[in-house]
């Protein structure tokens, strides 16, 4: 079978699955509300650290089950330390079938608020400093400059570290660059950054838009991202030249992401990434998602390709737990079928 019709069944599978057993889908955070990432994240961007109002308005609110949310809710504490400073963490830990344990993260985030619109954002990660940058906004929030060490914005920013999407462009999560951010809100709610960095030596300019919003009850989401890297010695070192257009729609119950991406001068390298998403109840969802790599389109053979289900379960606010299984469709574990069971907590 070749890609397409794979793609296609595998969407066709899912929708008979949600719709056979009347459960609805969440899109992701941003088009579900209809609103950019910065609501809920302290990046103009999003990625990393919550603010308050994403700690509890949205992640209190709708990540948990309802029934223990009403249990711990006498018991909750704000994120903030002082009038000028507030924390979060980020903590994920796989168990593989092999039986064994495998730390992915362990992020303690720091926010300190030096002046009204003018804060220092810290982010220490197992081994060393993450993030560690200075972000100004103007004119009520709607443009600012981010100076320091940060994570490039890029795509969908899909938390799978495996996703092809994020592997084939190297945006592995110790990728950190030391730069000037600069962007804004125009045309009534797009988001557009300019990005600019010099590891190692190696130039890198990038642009990265998208706008989220809806027409009526359906949401939306629409971007691109544009990487442009300066060649040294025939190569381009950890950062290649890479491009992105990514989006997805929701409606009632149900919800679709995708990107897709190219690597290299030529485009040499395709990706593509797509999932449904959908809640059960509030504190457990059923996601479906599809990843493909072609290292030479101008090949016949050699593409990579896995399916994984998953359901993401949150028996109490600010803990996850992931059981998931991914099946590989093409690529040198051809049929293999692998399990995993995540821990997540995050604040």
């Known amino acids: 079978m070749t890609s397409k019709p794979r793609i296609f069944a595998f969407f066709l599978f899912s929708f008979l699955i949600l719709t056979s057993i009347s459960i609805y889908s969440i899109p992701r955070l941003s088009l579900e509300h209809a609103t950019p990432c910065v609501t809920c994240h302290v990046s103009p961007n999003g990625g990393g650290m919550r603010n308050e109002f994403g700690n509890f308005a949205v992640s209190y609110n709708e990540l948990c089950l309802q029934s223990t949310k009403k249990l711990v809710e006498p018991y909750r504490l704000k994120p903030r330390i002082s009038d000028n400073l507030t924390y979060g963490i980020d903590y994920r830990m796989l168990y593989l079938e092999q039986g064994r344990f495998f730390r992915m993260q362990t992020d303690l985030y720091l926010n300190v ?31 600012w400059i981010k100076a320091g060490r940060f994570f490039p914005a890029y795509g969908l920013r899909d938390p799978d570290h495996n996703a092809y999407v994020r592997t084939v462009p190297l945006l592995g999560p110790e990728l950190n660059v030391d730069g000037l951010s600069v962007g804004g809100n125009f045309f009534g709610g797009s988001n557009i950054t300019l990005e600019f960095y010099e590891p190692e030596g190696q130039r890198v300019a990038a642009l990265h838009s998208f706008r ?101 379960f949150f028996p109490i606010p600010f803990v996850e737990l992931r059981p998931a299984i991914t099946y590989i469709g093409e690529g040198p574990r051809k049929d293999q079928v692998d399990f995993f069971v995540q821990l997540h907590v995050s604040y």
Not at 133 to 140: G, T
């Open 113 to 143: 608020e030096l002046l009204k619109n003018i804060s220092y954002n810290l982010t220490f990660g197992q081994t060393y400093v993450k993030d560690s940058y200075l972000l100004l906004r103007f004119k009520d929030e709607h443009y």
């Open 212 to 312: 989220a919003g809806a027409f009526g009850s359906v949401g939306f989401l629409t971007g691109l991202s544009w990487r442009q890297s300066e060649e040294i010695d025939g190569g381009y070192l950890g950062f290649p030249i890479s491009k992105s257009l990514f989006g997805g729609l929701s409606y009632d119950r149900f919800t679709l992401l995708g990107e897709v991406g190219s690597v290299g001068k030529g485009n040499e390298q395709r990706t593509l990434y797509a999932q449904m998403a959908s809640r059960i109840i509030y504190g457990l969802y059923f996601i479906s998602e599809y990843n493909f790599h072609d290292p030479d389109w101008s090949a016949k053979t050699g593409s990579n390709e896995f399916w994984r289900f998953s359901f993401e």
